[in-house]
């Protein structure tokens, strides 16, 4: 059974940073794609950066130039530096991962952390 443990949310001031941390556990023959998703209350999970397993990154437009995702491959961890943070960056935060079983492929999510920026 895979786990994914998200860590590092909280509350933060406008431009101010936080860095979010994901670590996957279990069994599964390896790990595809690792990334960061968030939602809003009423509205669509969105992604907002993903790392593949070949260490290319994707960003929505939204955070290009503000948050960096970055993947530890022996320790299968995926963290989320988010800096020049804004109120629309509120959400809860789900880290997904792709795992792959050699028989097929499949999404695993965390339970979600939620950032609040504010002043």
């Known amino acids: 059974q895979v786990q994914l443990v998200e860590s590092g949310g909280g509350l933060a001031q406008p431009g101010g940073s936080l860095r979010l941390s994901c670590a996957a556990s279990g069994t599964m023959s390896r790990i595809l794609d690792m990334g960061w998703y968030r939602q809003i209350p009423g509205k669509d999970r969105e992604m907002v950066a993903v790392i593949t397993a070949g260490g290319r990154r994707s960003y929505a437009d939204f955070v290009k130039g503000r948050f960096t995702i970055a993947r530890d491959f022996a320790k299968n961890t995926v963290s989320l530096q988010m800096n020049n943070l804004i109120p629309d960056d509120t959400a809860t935060y789900y880290c997904?991962?792709?795992?792959?079983?050699?028989?097929?492929?499949?999404?695993?999510w965390g339970h979600g952390t939620l950032v609040t920026v504010s002043a």
């Open positions: 997904k991962i792709v795992a792959d079983y050699n028989v097929g492929y499949l999404d695993h």
